[in-house]
């Protein structure tokens, strides 16, 4: 997590959270948002998802997911071990 590049022009705010700034007046393109607010999702939210695998990093949990085909997937579950 520590490797997410993060600011403005698109960036995520952290590698928790999205940039929630503004690109502007009469922009819609993300490369004019500028910097978050100092300090802006720096830290996890205690209270993310919930269940098996809810607190697994992203490069794991994707990593597990790609892996998948789309007849794998089951309703309710994350993976089929879960």
């Given at each position: 997590?520590?490797?997410v ?56 949990s ?5 892996a ?15």
């Amino acid at each position: 997590m520590d490797d997410v590049e993060t600011g403005g022009g698109g960036l995520p705010a952290s590698p928790y959270v999205p940039n929630v700034t503004s690109p502007g007046p009469g922009s819609l393109n993300p490369a004019d948002m500028p910097e978050p607010p100092e300090g802006f999702g720096t830290r996890p939210s205690d209270t993310w998802g919930s269940g098996v695998g809810s607190q697994e990093s992203p490069a794991i949990s994707s990593a597990r997911h790609s892996a998948h085909t789309i007849g794998e997937y089951l309703l309710g579950k994350a993976t089929a071990e879960g």
